[in-house]
């Protein structure tokens, strides 16, 4: 420990009665530093006095070991309980965030088998407390190390073994890959690609330690060759490339297309269905694009909340249905805001009060499909084991399309005809 978070750490334990005020002063990093340097009977009072998300917060900048020795000293088990549960909470929605960069990536790729020390440990000390975790999970543990609660990189087993027991940490620090779980999807995959040592740190927005990522593990995913997985992300073929022939590009696109074909004759059916009422009501086939255009933006809407969900992992099929009914109480308010508009200008241009009245109700009933359709589908697409990104987009068009065909050409045989 530095001197002078040594010396904050003896201020704490003289002067109980500013003994919360002098810790709040302090930011996470040296709380977690100096709350585990602290006595049993000092942190016991300590722990008693703060609130659950500020201990929260504390026990998330230390590694899982020294967390779980803090946490047994709450002697209440629902309240330990409650601090465990957001505690995982947190870290799974963050940690199932970052791992959005591959579709088959799950939170078994993160590893937690590590110890974050400070720098001014000794090589002996630290060779006792990677003992100690061997002996609690019959595993070696990876090494990293802290100044005031701060990442500064990691000490290899290598270097342990070889340094004499008094040489302190941090004279055998390198550095160590950092990614924080917010990077957008290619600076987590250029992170991994890029790693010399073969390990990423994954980083909080605080910038403590949320876990270790192996890079070849990682890497695993995208088969032989990272940039064709990259396609995969992307819904394209792995094959192609952007000079591939005429011929190849055919080859590997046709299919794609045929399945859209065959979506597209769905809603060219309800409008061969409605034939008559086409021939008579020539008037409702300008409000067509309207209808299926609307209903596209409604459910794209829908459809990036769901998919937000689903990468950070707080919705799925089997929570889904009070979201989805939310989604379409939603979708229904603005069909009728826009629904009003457009038999206003329906009324208006085309003076006829049941074509408003048709066309208005149909913007209501486009919305309400949008909005279960484009909830729906994803979660579907992710139960099935296919990435929601890529795959749901032509279903969720086709539903609200053939479903706003449907209404419009509907309402209009049955109040116009």
Not at 79 to 96: H, P, S
Not at 175 to 202: F, M, W
Not at 268 to 274: M, N, S
Not at 358 to 378: C, Y
Request: proline share 3%; hydrophobic share 50%.
């Amino acid at each position: 420990m530095s001197p002078d978070l040594l010396q904050k750490s003896k201020q704490l334990t003289r002067s109980a009665r500013e003994r919360m005020s002098l810790l709040r002063a302090l930011t996470l990093p040296e709380q977690s530093v100096v709350l585990l340097a602290l006595t049993p009977h000092v942190q016991q009072s300590i722990l008693t006095q703060l609130k659950n998300h500020e201990l929260v917060d504390i026990l998330d900048h230390m590694d899982v070991r020294s967390a779980e020795s803090l946490l047994s000293r709450i002697s209440s088990i629902k309240r330990r309980d409650r601090i465990v549960a957001a505690l995982k909470g947190a870290v799974k929605d963050k940690i199932e965030y970052f791992l959005r960069f591959h579709p088959k990536a799950t939170v078994a790729l993160i590893n937690f088998n590590y110890l974050l020390l400070p720098a001014s440990l000794t090589i002996g000390a630290t060779a006792d407390a990677i003992d100690e975790h061997y002996n609690d999970t019959g595993k070696f543990p990876e090494v990293l190390v802290h100044e005031a609660g701060v990442l500064v990189g990691e000490v290899p087993m290598s270097n342990l073994v070889r340094e004499r027991n008094t040489t302190l940490l941090r004279k055998q620090v390198v550095p160590v890959a950092t990614v924080p779980y917010q990077a957008e999807v290619a600076d987590i995959v250029n992170a991994l690609a890029g790693s010399q040592k073969r390990k990423v740190v994954v980083l909080d927005v605080d910038d403590s330690v949320l876990g270790i990522i192996y890079a070849d593990e990682a890497l695993s995913l995208f088969g032989d060759r990272l940039d064709e997985s990259l396609y995969d992300v992307a819904g394209v073929a792995d094959n192609e490339r952007p000079f591939d022939g005429a011929l190849t590009k055919f080859k590997n696109r046709y299919r794609w297309l045929m399945l859209n074909l065959l979506t597209c004759f769905f809603a060219g059916g309800v409008i061969y269905l409605f034939e008559d009422t086409i021939d008579t009501l020539v008037i409702l086939a300008m409000y067509i694009p309207i209808v299926a255009g609307m209903g596209g933006n409604a459910a794209a809407q829908t459809f990036a909340v769901t998919l937000r969900g689903i990468t950070l992992g707080s919705i799925s099929l089997k929570n889904c249905w009070p979201a989805i009914w939310r989604e379409v109480g939603a979708g229904m308010l603005n069909g009728v805001v826009i629904g009003i508009i457009v038999a206003a200008i329906s009324v208006i241009w085309n003076e006829s009060w049941l074509l408003g009245l048709a066309v208005g109700l149909t913007m209501v009933g486009a919305h309400m499909i949008a909005g279960f359709f484009g909830g729906v589908v994803p979660l579907i697409m992710k139960r099935l084991g296919y990435d929601p990104a890529a795959t749901s987009s032509i279903f969720i068009t086709t539903a609200t399309d053939v479903g706003g065909l449907v209404l419009l050409l509907g309402l209009g045989t049955l109040l116009l005809m």
